[in-house]
């Protein structure tokens, strides 16, 4: 059983200040990760690191920079956060393992993305826990452009041939008009009234882009809060699926 979990960035770093994690947040979320029975391949997003430094050199999923002070910059505030979850994870003594999506993946000039999950399959088989991160990868024509944890969740949910695919995030699932969590969405129509209607461009960040994405998934994708984490390891399918 494979499980693609993403911890959102906003859930384990205090997005009010810069580089600064949730002490409080992230040990939770370490302490159900080190319970968790399945085979697991974690990804984190950013929160507080890298996305003021992406916003700095004007670097987006779709815009790029040559700057090697923006690459390095973006890339070193992502491998420091990777550095404070593994931490907690090792003290918890989850083998977790970084993979740092710069060294392997890249963009066409359409934007279409390529990440090899060879490595992260077979550190999986042999017991360890991969850990990726949103990154800056190279593009083609664009020199390097952000690549968003969602992104590689939907891409390695794919490669792998995910059993599971859950999104850990600062709400309780996807919320409707009146801030219930959705039960179940089939199709985008389903939350658009939320999620700011079914012509919203947001196809890269925030709710809306990660609702589009995971229903385009061949899994069921769950969106849950903090408070969900365990359950989802548990089997169970809190907050919100995504079908
Ligand atoms: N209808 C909705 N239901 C739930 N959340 C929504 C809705 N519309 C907008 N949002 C916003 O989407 C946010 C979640 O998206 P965000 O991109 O911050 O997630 P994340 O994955 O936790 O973080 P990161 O992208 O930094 O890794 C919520 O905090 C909420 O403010
Ligand atoms: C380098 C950056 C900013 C990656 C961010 O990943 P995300 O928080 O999942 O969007």
């Known amino acids: 059983?494979?499980?693609?979990?993403?911890?959102g960035g906003s859930v384990i770093t205090d997005k009010d200040r810069a580089e600064t994690v949730d002490g409080e947040a992230l040990d939770r979320a370490a302490d159900a990760v080190a319970r968790a029975a399945d085979d697991l391949v974690v990804v984190h997003g950013g929160g507080s690191f890298g996305h003021h430094n992406a916003e700095r050199y004007g670097v987006s999923t779709t815009a790029g920079t040559h700057d090697i002070g923006g690459v390095t910059e973006i890339h070193?505030?992502?491998?420091?956060?990777?550095?404070?979850?593994?931490r907690r994870l090792h003290d918890r003594d989850v083998p977790a393992v970084p993979v740092h999506p710069l060294s392997a993946a890249s963009r066409d000039s359409s934007g279409e993305l390529t990440l090899p999950a060879?490595?992260?399959?077979?550190?999986?088989?042999?017991?360890?826990?991969?850990?990726?991160?949103?990154?800056?990868?190279?593009?083609?024509?664009?020199?390097?452009?952000?690549?968003?944890?969602?992104?590689?969740?939907?891409?390695?949910?794919?490669?792998?041939?995910?059993?599971?695919?859950?999104?850990?995030?600062?709400?309780?699932g996807v919320l409707d008009e009146d801030g219930d969590v959705i039960d179940?969405?089939?199709?985008?129509?389903?939350?658009?009234?939320?999620?700011?209607?079914?012509?919203?461009?947001?196809?890269?960040g925030g709710m809306a882009g990660k609702v589009r994405t995971l229903l385009d998934l061949p899994t069921p994708a769950s969106v849950f809060g903090l408070d969900?984490?365990?359950?989802?390891?548990?089997?169970?399918?809190p907050g919100t699926t995504v079908d």
């Open 228 to 237: 969900g984490l365990s359950a989802f390891l548990d089997g169970e399918a």
């Open 118 to 172: 060879g490595q992260v399959a077979t550190l999986r088989a042999e017991g360890f826990v991969p850990v990726l991160h949103g990154d800056v990868v190279a593009h083609a024509g664009e020199g390097v452009t952000v690549l968003s944890g969602d992104e590689i969740v939907t891409s390695l949910a794919r490669s792998l041939d995910a059993d599971r695919v859950g999104l850990c995030s600062t709400v309780p």
């Open 1 to 7: 059983m494979t499980t693609v979990l993403k911890l």
């Open 184 to 204: 179940r969405i089939e199709r985008f129509e389903d939350a658009a009234g939320a999620l700011g209607g079914a012509e919203s461009t947001d196809v890269s």
């Open 76 to 86: 070193s505030a992502m491998k420091a956060l990777n550095g404070l979850v593994l």
